[in-house]
C-alpha cells in the first residue's frame, strides 16, 4: 500500500513538474541552461520503486517530455486559390514516444541499483539523475544537428556544453534534496517499528 | 528477471514505438490533449507570477492615477485619428494598387492574447499564449496557414500549435521559423531564421541569400516581404546591427524589434478586414 502512495505522490509529481519548469528562468550565468525537476522525480523513484512502479513513471515522463515541447516544423505552402492557403507538410522535428524508450532504459540502469540504493547508498539517485539529464538533452541535441545538418557542419560551442551539462549538476543537487526529504520522513513515519528491507 | 516485468516492459516499448509512429496530425492532437490537461496550472502559475511581479509597482496614488488616465486618454485619441489617417491611405494605396493590378493589401483583424509561459526547452524558441483555437486561433491543420503572432513591437512569430483553450508560439528566434524578408530602402531581399543556441543577452537574427555586395547600413529596418504565404507584408522583423560578405551571398545580422524576454501582450492575425 506504501509503494502505491508513493508511486502516485511520484506520478503527481512528475505531472506538476512540467507545469512549474516554464516558470522557472533559465540561469543567466550558466548560459541560459534550463532547471529540470522531472528526472529529480523519476530517478529518485526508479531507484526506491519496484520494476512495474518505475515503468509507469517512465511512461508518464516519456509522454510528457516529449508532447509539451512537440516541435512542428512547417516545410510549405501551397495556394489553392487566391484566397484559401494551404500548409502542404509539417513533420516533428523529435519522433515524439522516444523518451519513453529513454526513460525505461534509464528506469532500468536505476533498477540495477536499487539493492545499494535501498542499502544506504544515497549519492546514486544524484548520479542517475545527472546522468539521464544530460543524456536526454545530449541526445535531442545530437538529433536536433543531425536534422538541420547543414553547409556549416556540426554546430559546437561552449554554451551548448553549459546547457547540457548545468542542468544535470541541478538535477543532482536536487535529488539529493529529495533523498533527504525522503529519509526524514522515513524516519517520521517509522519510528519504533522499523520493517526489514525486502531486496 | 521475472517474467510479468519483461511482459511490462515490453508494452512500454510497443507504446513508445506506437508514438514513434504516430503522423504530424495525431501527433499534434495528443499535445493539444496534454497541453489542454496543463492548461489550468499554467494559468493559475501565470496568475502567480504576474501576480508576484505586481508586488509593490501596482502602489499608485490618485493623483498619479489621474494623471495617467489623462494621458492615456490624450494618446488614445491620438492614435485613434492616425489611424484613421492610415486607413484612408491604405484605401488611397489598394485603389493605385488595383489600378497597377497588384493585389490589394488589407488592414488586419487581431485577437488579442497574453503570454502564460515562455521558453520552456533548452533547443527551442516557443512560448505559450492564453488563446486557442476556440478562439479563433489556426496552427495550419483547419485547412489554413500557420496564424502570425505580432506584438506592437514587430514580428513575433507564428502558431505551432493550437489547443482549445492555449496555443504554442515558435519564436522567430527559432531556427526552424524562416521569414521571407527585405531591407527597408533596398532592393535586398533574405531569409530571416534564428541561430540554433543564441549565446548570451539579446537573441540575434541571420538573414541570409543577400547579394554579395549588398550596401547595408546598420540601423536599417527589415521588413516581411509576404512571400511563402504564412507571414503578411510589412511587417517590422528588426533592423540591421552588420553585414558581411561570404563566397556565394552576402549575411545580415538582425536585432529583433521586439524584446522577446519581456513581451507580454500579443495579438495573433486572424485574417484581413
Not at chain 1, 150 to 172: C, H, K, M, N, Y
Not at chain 2, 122 to 129: A, Q, R
Given at each position: 500500500m506504501?509503494?502505491v502512495?508513493?508511486?502516485?505522490?511520484?506520478?503527481?509529481?512528475i505531472?506538476?513538474?512540467?507545469?512549474?519548469?516554464?516558470f522557472i528562468?533559465?540561469?543567466?550565468?550558466a548560459?541560459?541552461a534550463r532547471?529540470y525537476?522531472?528526472?529529480?522525480?523519476?530517478?529518485f523513484g526508479?531507484?526506491?520503486?519496484?520494476?512495474?512502479c518505475?515503468l509507469i513513471?517512465a511512461l508518464?515522463?516519456?509522454i510528457l517530455?516529449?508532447f509539451s515541447i512537440l516541435?512542428?516544423v512547417?516545410h510549405a505552402?501551397e495556394?489553392i486559390?487566391?484566397?484559401?492557403l494551404?500548409?502542404?507538410?509539417?513533420?516533428?522535428e523529435?519522433?515524439s514516444?522516444w523518451?519513453?524508450?529513454?526513460y525505461?532504459?534509464?528506469?532500468?540502469?536505476?533498477?540495477?541499483v536499487?539493492p545499494?540504493v535501498?542499502?544506504g547508498?544515497?549519492?546514486?539517485p544524484?548520479l542517475?539523475?545527472a546522468l539521464t539529464t544530460?543524456?536526454h538533452?545530449?541526445i535531442?541535441?545530437?538529433i536536433?544537428t543531425m536534422h538541420?545538418?547543414?553547409?556549416?557542419g556540426?554546430f559546437?560551442?561552449?554554451?551548448?556544453?553549459?546547457r547540457?551539462?548545468?542542468?544535470?549538476?541541478?538535477a543532482?543537487?536536487?535529488?539529493l534534496?529529495?533523498v533527504v526529504?525522503?529519509t526524514i520522513?522515513e524516519?517520521?513515519?517509522t519510528?519504533?517499528?522499523?520493517?526489514?528491507?525486502?531486496? | 528477471?521475472r517474467?510479468v516485468?519483461?511482459?511490462l516492459a515490453s508494452?512500454?516499448?510497443?507504446f513508445?514505438?506506437?508514438f514513434?509512429l504516430?503522423g504530424?496530425?495525431?501527433a499534434?492532437k495528443?499535445?493539444?490533449?496534454?497541453?489542454g490537461?496543463?492548461?489550468?496550472?499554467?494559468?493559475t502559475?501565470?496568475a502567480v507570477?504576474?501576480?508576484l511581479?505586481a508586488v509593490?509597482?501596482?502602489?499608485?496614488?490618485l493623483?498619479?492615477?489621474e494623471?495617467?488616465?489623462k494621458?492615456l486618454?490624450?494618446?488614445n485619441?491620438?492614435?485613434?485619428a492616425a489611424n484613421?489617417?492610415?486607413r484612408?491611405t491604405?484605401d488611397e494605396?489598394?485603389?493605385l494598387?488595383e489600378a497597377l493590378d497588384?493585389?490589394?493589401?488589407?488592414?488586419?483583424?487581431?485577437?488579442?492574447?497574453?503570454v502564460l509561459?515562455r521558453?520552456?526547452?533548452?533547443?527551442?524558441?516557443?512560448?505559450?499564449?492564453n488563446?486557442?483555437?476556440?478562439?479563433?486561433?489556426?496552427d495550419?491543420?483547419?485547412?489554413?496557414?500557420p496564424?502570425?503572432?505580432i506584438s506592437?513591437q514587430?514580428l513575433v512569430?507564428?502558431?505551432?500549435?493550437?489547443?482549445k483553450?492555449?496555443s504554442?508560439?515558435m519564436l522567430i528566434?527559432?531556427?526552424?521559423c524562416?521569414?521571407?524578408?527585405?531591407?527597408?530602402?533596398?532592393?535586398?531581399?533574405?531569409?530571416?531564421s534564428?541561430i540554433r543556441?543564441?549565446e548570451g543577452g539579446?537573441?540575434e537574427?541571420h538573414?541570409?541569400?543577400l547579394?554579395?555586395h549588398a550596401?547595408?547600413k546598420?540601423g536599417?529596418?527589415v521588413?516581411?516581404?509576404?512571400?511563402?504565404?504564412?507571414?503578411p507584408?510589412g511587417l517590422?522583423i528588426?533592423?540591421?546591427?552588420?553585414?558581411?560578405?561570404r563566397?556565394?551571398d552576402?549575411e545580415a545580422?538582425?536585432e529583433?524589434?521586439?524584446?522577446?524576454?519581456?513581451?507580454?501582450d500579443?495579438f495573433v492575425?486572424?485574417?484581413?478586414?
Amino acid at each position: 500500500m506504501k509503494l502505491v502512495w508513493i508511486t502516485l505522490a511520484l506520478v503527481v509529481a512528475i505531472f506538476l513538474s512540467f507545469a512549474i519548469e516554464p516558470f522557472i528562468s533559465p540561469i543567466a550565468s550558466a548560459e541560459g541552461a534550463r532547471v529540470y525537476l522531472m528526472p529529480v522525480f523519476f530517478c529518485f523513484g526508479a531507484c526506491v520503486l519496484p520494476f512495474p512502479c518505475m515503468l509507469i513513471l517512465a511512461l508518464e515522463a516519456g509522454i510528457l517530455s516529449d508532447f509539451s515541447i512537440l516541435h512542428i516544423v512547417h516545410h510549405a505552402t501551397e495556394a489553392i486559390d487566391s484566397d484559401t492557403l494551404q500548409t502542404i507538410s509539417s513533420s516533428v522535428e523529435i519522433p515524439s514516444g522516444w523518451s519513453i524508450l529513454f526513460y525505461l532504459a534509464f528506469g532500468s540502469i536505476c533498477q540495477g541499483v536499487r539493492p545499494l540504493v535501498l542499502r544506504g547508498h544515497w549519492w546514486l539517485p544524484a548520479l542517475l539523475s545527472a546522468l539521464t539529464t544530460m543524456t536526454h538533452l545530449a541526445i535531442q541535441f545530437v538529433i536536433i544537428t543531425m536534422h538541420r545538418f547543414t553547409q556549416d557542419g556540426l554546430f559546437w560551442s561552449e554554451t551548448v556544453a553549459w546547457r547540457i551539462v548545468a542542468p544535470g549538476l541541478i538535477a543532482s543537487l536536487l535529488t539529493l534534496v529529495l533523498v533527504v526529504i525522503a529519509t526524514i520522513a522515513e524516519n517520521l513515519f517509522t519510528v519504533g517499528r522499523r520493517p526489514e528491507r525486502d531486496f | 528477471m521475472r517474467k510479468v516485468n519483461i511482459i511490462l516492459a515490453s508494452v512500454v516499448v510497443l507504446f513508445g514505438i506506437a508514438f514513434m509512429l504516430l503522423g504530424t496530425n495525431t501527433a499534434q492532437k495528443v499535445q493539444r490533449s496534454i497541453m489542454g490537461m496543463m492548461s489550468p496550472f499554467l494559468r493559475t502559475g501565470s496568475a502567480v507570477q504576474q501576480g508576484l511581479g505586481a508586488v509593490g509597482k501596482g502602489l499608485k496614488s490618485l493623483d498619479e492615477l489621474e494623471e495617467d488616465n489623462k494621458r492615456l486618454t490624450k494618446e488614445n485619441m491620438e492614435l485613434r485619428a492616425a489611424n484613421e489617417m492610415l486607413r484612408n491611405t491604405q484605401d488611397e494605396n489598394n485603389r493605385l494598387r488595383e489600378a497597377l493590378d497588384y493585389r490589394t493589401r488589407s488592414l488586419f483583424r487581431l485577437i488579442p492574447t497574453e503570454v502564460l509561459t515562455r521558453d520552456a526547452s533548452t533547443w527551442w524558441n516557443s512560448v505559450v499564449i492564453n488563446r486557442g483555437f476556440e478562439d479563433g486561433v489556426d496552427d495550419g491543420t483547419q485547412g489554413g496557414v500557420p496564424m502570425t503572432v505580432i506584438s506592437d513591437q514587430g514580428l513575433v512569430g507564428k502558431i505551432m500549435t493550437a489547443s482549445k483553450n492555449d496555443s504554442a508560439v515558435m519564436l522567430i528566434t527559432d531556427e526552424t521559423c524562416k521569414v521571407g524578408a527585405y531591407v527597408e530602402g533596398t532592393r535586398e531581399k533574405g531569409i530571416v531564421s534564428g541561430i540554433r543556441v543564441q549565446e548570451g543577452g539579446k537573441p540575434e537574427l541571420h538573414m541570409s541569400f543577400l547579394s554579395k555586395h549588398a550596401d547595408l547600413k546598420p540601423g536599417q529596418k527589415v521588413y516581411t516581404e509576404g512571400v511563402g504565404a504564412v507571414f503578411p507584408a510589412g511587417l517590422l522583423i528588426g533592423t540591421v546591427k552588420s553585414f558581411k560578405s561570404r563566397e556565394l551571398d552576402g549575411e545580415a545580422i538582425i536585432e529583433p524589434a521586439v524584446d522577446f524576454s519581456t513581451m507580454s501582450d500579443l495579438f495573433v492575425i486572424s485574417g484581413a478586414k
